[in-house]
């Protein structure tokens, strides 16, 4: 009776995944239905325009073209039509099922479970949303049936709508996502010396497979592209997936789009948690700035953290508590981030990323203020003391830089530091490999590896950034960079940058 129940509930699973890409392509198919119409209406006032400059000419052959362009819609309009009947009827069938098949989990007698989850299973088998085919028969475009009379005076009697450019052909196999960059190559299905350009659109979707009409940004355009590939640089990767297509362009008209293609974006993404960060930090979403006034009607705390307060409190040693706020059941690491610790207090001057690492290779960068006093860049595991300071207890881990009087750069954890005798760069690379129980900073203008702790993680870690006098601004949705890769792979077995910090946590 389990294994029957198990079919049933993968059945009901499959059919609200098909319902819901019919409701999708139901979707695109009135769109395209409405963009034949406009594209239709477009067509015919551009040839009214060419119409109106030769009408003495032209006469007897606008009534004829004008019909083909109706006659064009018609046919499109009818196909587009029977398909979205088709459509309706099969997704009334699927639901009908779907209903059915909900319906019978609730069968007590093992018999008549089975014997239900058999018809189910033979009625799903023939069921006609899945011979749909969930492509539009025609497209909405009308751009062949133009027409430009400018050189064609003298060849009225044969004139012809002017020559569309076939729709291009993505290579999937060609296009790559590396270093939050996009990668897209295509051809022509036949070669096309009247081609003048390529016109490619991308947006970003947390959805994989076709493209969606609702509740999607609007398509971002690169136009006059002149060779059939073309890399998107510099990308925030703030979403899962990302849809591309491409279309060819004559001189006179811009041809039909490719298929469009979905490519993964994969990357660590986060921002900055102000619901627990110290009142004297200032927090905007990746940016955390140092705000000595922030604090001021925060309730005094008692004892030594009140004394020498114009000292460098990240210079001091830790004298503070390091009782961990009580940790709170989730499922989810943004939302287990979140709203679950007291906020930092005292000389803690720290704030988190929302976003726990749970596994895998991430990667993020950080860039601090010139006039930055002392800031330090790391990791901590989930729940630290609320007194806590980076690198200053046996579940964190980071670089430390001193700008108070001297420069100092070092390498911290568990209230052990090791000095770096490097220059200290604009901008740093965090690299986390949680699985491989491996932290590393690179400098990420040339990618030089700083410094690296190796250790066995054994909880959820969080982006950590401690900030006094000063601010720092945090880059996420990276990928892991190519450069790093490569220096890891050659790094994996040497031990010439690895910490003498190190432990088994």
């Given at each position: 009776m389990?294994?029957?129940?198990?079919t049933l509930q993968r059945i009901v699973s499959t059919l609200v995944n098909k319902n819901d890409e019919i409701h999708n392509f139901i979707d695109m198919l009135n769109h395209t239905i409405s963009n034949v119409q406009v594209n239709s209406s477009n067509a015919i006032s551009e040839l009214d325009e060419e119409f109106d400059g030769l009408y003495s000419v032209l006469h007897e052959m606008k009534g004829s073209m004008a019909n083909t362009i109706q006659q064009e819609e018609a046919r499109k309009i009818q196909a587009l039509q029977d398909q979205l009947s088709q459509c309706s009827h099969a997704l009334e069938s699927s639901e009908e099922l779907l209903e059915i098949a909900v319906q019978s989990l609730d069968i007590k007698n093992p018999a008549k479970l089975l014997e239900a989850a058999r018809q189910i299973k033979d009625s799903v088998t023939v069921a006609s949303?899945?011979?749909?085919?969930?492509?539009?028969?025609v497209s909405d475009s009308m751009a062949h049936l133009m027409v430009d009379f400018t050189l064609e005076k003298r060849m009225l009697q044969a004139v012809k709508f002017l020559p569309v450019p076939k729709a291009p052909e993505i290579d999937v196999a060609a296009c790559m996502v590396a270093d939050n960059c996009v990668t897209v190559s295509w051809r022509m299905p036949e070669e096309d010396p009247r081609i003048d350009h390529f016109v490619l659109e991308y947006r970003k979707t947390n959805f994989d497979g076709l493209p969606r009409l609702k509740g999607e940004q609007h398509w971002e355009v690169i136009n006059y592209i002149k060779a059939t590939q073309y890399t998107l640089s510099g990308l925030k990767f703030d979403t899962k997936y990302m849809n591309l297509r491409v279309q060819a362009c004559n001189k006179a008209v811009a041809g039909e789009y490719s298929d469009p293609i979905t490519l993964e974006t994969k990357a660590f993404l986060f921002s900055l948690d102000s619901t627990s960060s110290h009142l004297n930090l200032k927090v905007e979403d990746t940016f955390v700035e140092w705000d000595p006034t922030g604090g001021k009607g925060q309730e005094k705390i008692k004892?030594?953290?009140?004394?020498n307060s114009g000292q460098n409190p990240l210079l001091k040693s830790n004298r503070r508590s390091n009782a961990a706020s009580p940790k709170r059941a989730t499922n989810s690491p943004r939302a287990s981030a979140r709203g679950s610790r007291d906020r930092f207090a005292g000389e803690?001057?720290?704030?988190?990323g929302d976003t726990a690492v749970e596994s895998g290779q991430h990667y993020w960068e950080v860039r601090a203020q010139k006039d930055c006093k002392s800031y330090s860049v790391g990791v901590?595991?989930?729940n630290p003391g609320k007194f806590d300071q980076l690198g200053k207890t046996n579940s964190s881990w980071c670089l430390h830089i001193n700008n108070w009087l001297q420069t100092t750069f070092s390498a911290k954890h568990n209230n052990k530091a090791k000095t770096l005798d490097i220059p200290?760069?604009?901008?740093?690379?965090?690299?986390?490999?949680?699985?491989?129980?491996?932290?590393s900073f690179y400098n990420a203008n040339s990618k030089a590896l700083l410094h690296?702790?190796?250790?066995?993680?054994?909880?959820?870690?969080l982006p950590g950034f401690m900030i006094w006098c000063g601010g720092l601004t945090v880059s996420t949705g990276l990928q892991v960079p190519s450069a790093v890769k490569t220096f890891q792979k050659s790094e994996n077995g040497l031990s010439g940058s690895t910490s003498s910090l190190n432990n088994v946590a």
């Open positions: 389990d294994e029957e129940r198990e949303a899945f011979r749909l085919s969930l492509k539009p028969k004892g030594k953290e009140n004394k803690s001057y720290t704030v988190l901590t595991y989930r200290v760069p604009d901008r740093i690379g965090v690299y986390c490999d949680f699985d491989g129980g491996q932290l690296t702790f190796r250790t066995k993680f054994t909880q959820p870690l």
